[in-house]
C-alpha cells in the first residue's frame, strides 16, 4: 500500500504493482488528499515535460518564496537563468579538488565502525554546497543543526523555528553579500536582478536540494554495493567503471521516490486515465526508472547498462545540479575505495525517511577497514 511503513522501506513492490494495473493510479495520500501516482517510464518522461503540468497551485503573488521549484515558464525561466552558469559541466569540475580535499578530511577522522550517514554523506555535500554559496565557515554548525532539523520527518516546533531561523540567516547572508561583493554563488546572484525574497528562497533552495539528494545517493549507493559484492570488486579492480556505477544507482535505488507534486492546469489524460483541473499529479521517479517496457530486467542492478534514467527528471526543471551530484558521488565512492580495503555493514534494520519524496537512510552503520 502506497505511503505505508512497508512503502517507506522499500516503495518498489509498491510501485511495481501499481504500474502493472497502469501506467497511471489514483491515490489517497497520509493527508486524505486524492492523487495521482505516474509510474510507467513513457507516461513519466511524458508528464515531466508536459506544460499543462504545473508546479504553482496558486496564482502567482499568492504562494511565498518563489522559487525555481514552484514556479513555471517565464517565472520558472527568470529565476532559474542566473544559476545556470554555475551549473554546467565545465564549471562543476573545477570544484573537482575542492571536493576532493573535503572529502579527505571526511574520511581522516572515519575508522573501525561509523555511521556512514553521519560521517560522510551528509557532511560532505552540505560543506560543498556552504563553499559553493559563499556561507562563512564559522556559520556552517548552526546552519549544518538547522538543516538537521529540517531533514526530520515532522513538521513539529523545532521545524518551525529551524525554517525561520535560516530563513532569516540567508537574509542577513544576501545583505552582507550585497554591501561587501564576494566571488561565490550568493555573492553573483544578489547582482541578477532577484528581489531580497527571490534571493533567499533561491539559497535555500540549493542549500536543501544540493545535500539532502547526494547524500541519499552516497549513503543508498553504499548500501546497494555492499549487498552487490560481485560489483564492488569489479569497482575495486576497476575505477573507470565508477561513472557507470553512478548512473545506475541513480536508476536503481535514487535519491527521490517523486518529483515534487505538480498540478493541472486543465482537464488532461495521462497513460489513458484523465484527470481532472487542479489534480495532483506525483510522478514516481522510482517507478518509471524500473518499468520492464524502458529497461531489461530493472531489477537487477546492472553497472554496465545504458542510461536514460529519470533519476534527475526531465524538461524545463530538469535537475541544474546533476554535473555536481554526479561528481560528489564518484569522488565518495572513490575515496571510500581508495581508503578502506574492507566495507562491512555492521545492521540489517535499516530505517528510511518517512517522506512519500525522499528516498534516504536515516543511518548506515559499516565497518571500514
Same mark, same amino acid.
Given at each position: 500500500?502506497?505511503?505505508?511503513?512497508?512503502?517507506?522501506?522499500?516503495?518498489?513492490?509498491?510501485?511495481?504493482?501499481?504500474?502493472?494495473?497502469?501506467?497511471?493510479?489514483?491515490?489517497?495520500?497520509?493527508?486524505?488528499?486524492?492523487?495521482?501516482?505516474?509510474?510507467?517510464?513513457?507516461?513519466?518522461?511524458?508528464?515531466?515535460?508536459?506544460?499543462?503540468?504545473?508546479?504553482?497551485?496558486?496564482?502567482?503573488?499568492?504562494?511565498?518564496?518563489?522559487?525555481?521549484?514552484?514556479?513555471?515558464?517565464?517565472?520558472?525561466?527568470?529565476?532559474?537563468?542566473?544559476?545556470?552558469?554555475?551549473?554546467?559541466?565545465?564549471?562543476?569540475?573545477?570544484?573537482?579538488?575542492?571536493?576532493?580535499?573535503?572529502?579527505?578530511?571526511?574520511?581522516?577522522?572515519?575508522?573501525?565502525?561509523?555511521?556512514?550517514?553521519?560521517?560522510?554523506?551528509?557532511?560532505?555535500?552540505?560543506?560543498?554546497?556552504?563553499?559553493?554559496?559563499?556561507?562563512?565557515?564559522?556559520?556552517?554548525?548552526? @546552519?549544518?543543526?538547522?538543516?538537521?532539523?529540517?531533514?526530520?520527518?515532522?513538521?513539529?516546533?523545532?521545524?518551525?523555528?529551524?525554517?525561520?531561523?535560516?530563513?532569516?540567516?540567508?537574509?542577513?547572508?544576501?545583505?552582507?553579500?550585497?554591501?561587501?561583493?564576494?566571488?561565490?554563488?550568493?555573492?553573483? @546572484?544578489?547582482?541578477?536582478?532577484?528581489?531580497?525574497?527571490?534571493?533567499?528562497?533561491?539559497?535555500?533552495?540549493?542549500?536543501?536540494?544540493?545535500?539532502?539528494?547526494?547524500?541519499?545517493?552516497?549513503?543508498?549507493?553504499?548500501?546497494?554495493?555492499?549487498?552487490?559484492?560481485?560489483?564492488?570488486?569489479?569497482?575495486?579492480?576497476?575505477?573507470?567503471?565508477?561513472?557507470?556505477?553512478?548512473?545506475?544507482?541513480?536508476?536503481?535505488?535514487?535519491?527521490?521516490?517523486?518529483?515534487?507534486?505538480?498540478?493541472?492546469?486543465?482537464?488532461?489524460?495521462?497513460?489513458?486515465?484523465?484527470?481532472?483541473?487542479?489534480?495532483?499529479?506525483?510522478?514516481?521517479?522510482?517507478?518509471?526508472?524500473?518499468?520492464?517496457?524502458?529497461?531489461?530486467?530493472?531489477?537487477?542492478?546492472?553497472?554496465?547498462?545504458?542510461?536514460?534514467?529519470?533519476?534527475?527528471?526531465?524538461?524545463?526543471?530538469?535537475?541544474?545540479?546533476?554535473?555536481?551530484?554526479?561528481?560528489?558521488?564518484?569522488?565518495?565512492?572513490?575515496?571510500? @575505495?581508495?581508503?578502506?580495503?574492507?566495507?562491512?555493514?555492521?545492521?540489517?534494520?535499516?530505517?528510511?525517511?518517512?517522506?512519500?519524496?525522499?528516498?534516504?537512510?536515516?543511518? @548506515?552503520?559499516?565497518?571500514?577497514?
Amino acid at each position: 500500500m502506497f505511503f505505508s511503513e512497508q512503502y517507506y522501506a522499500d516503495p518498489h513492490p509498491v510501485l511495481a504493482r501499481s504500474r502493472a494495473r497502469a501506467p497511471v493510479e489514483r491515490v489517497t495520500d497520509p493527508g486524505g488528499r486524492e492523487i495521482w501516482v505516474v509510474t510507467g517510464y513513457a507516461e513519466a518522461r511524458a508528464a515531466l515535460a508536459d506544460p499543462r503540468l504545473r508546479k504553482r497551485s496558486t496564482p502567482p503573488g499568492e504562494q511565498p518564496l518563489a522559487h525555481m521549484l514552484n514556479s513555471d515558464g517565464a517565472e520558472h525561466a527568470r529565476l532559474r537563468k542566473p544559476l545556470t552558469r554555475t551549473f554546467t559541466a565545465r564549471r562543476v569540475e573545477g570544484l573537482r579538488s575542492g571536493i576532493e580535499a573535503t572529502t579527505d578530511r571526511l574520511l581522516e577522522s572515519m575508522t573501525g565502525e561509523v555511521d556512514l550517514v553521519a560521517a560522510l554523506a551528509l557532511p560532505l555535500p552540505f560543506l560543498v554546497i556552504c563553499e559553493l554559496l559563499g556561507v562563512p565557515e564559522a556559520d556552517r554548525d548552526v @546552519l549544518g543543526a538547522w538543516g538537521a532539523v529540517l531533514s526530520t520527518d515532522s513538521h513539529d516546533q523545532e521545524f518551525e523555528a529551524a525554517s525561520r531561523e535560516m530563513t532569516a540567516y540567508f537574509g542577513g547572508l544576501v545583505e552582507t553579500k550585497r554591501t561587501a561583493p564576494a566571488d561565490d554563488l550568493l555573492g553573483a @546572484l544578489v547582482h541578477s536582478g532577484l528581489d531580497d525574497a527571490e534571493l533567499v528562497s533561491t539559497a535555500l533552495l540549493v542549500l536543501t536540494a544540493g545535500y539532502e539528494t547526494t547524500a541519499n545517493l552516497i549513503s543508498t549507493g553504499v548500501l546497494v554495493l555492499l549487498r552487490h559484492p560481485e560489483e564492488l570488486a569489479a569497482l575495486r579492480a576497476d575505477r573507470s567503471r565508477l561513472p557507470g556505477a553512478v548512473e545506475e544507482l541513480l536508476r536503481y535505488d535514487g535519491p527521490l521516490v517523486t518529483a515534487t507534486p505538480r498540478f493541472t492546469a486543465e482537464p488532461v489524460e495521462i497513460g489513458g486515465v484523465p484527470i481532472p483541473e487542479q489534480g495532483v499529479v506525483l510522478i514516481s521517479l522510482a517507478a518509471a526508472d524500473r518499468d520492464p517496457a524502458r529497461f531489461g530486467r530493472p531489477d537487477e542492478f546492472d553497472p554496465t547498462r545504458p542510461g536514460g534514467h529519470l533519476a534527475f527528471g526531465h524538461g524545463a526543471h530538469f535537475c541544474l545540479g546533476a554535473p555536481l551530484a554526479r561528481l560528489e558521488g564518484e569522488i565518495a565512492f572513490g575515496k571510500l @575505495l581508495d581508503r578502506f580495503p574492507t566495507w562491512e555493514l555492521t545492521a540489517e534494520d535499516l530505517r528510511y525517511q518517512h517522506s512519500p519524496l525522499f528516498r534516504g537512510l536515516r543511518s @548506515l552503520p559499516v565497518r571500514l577497514g
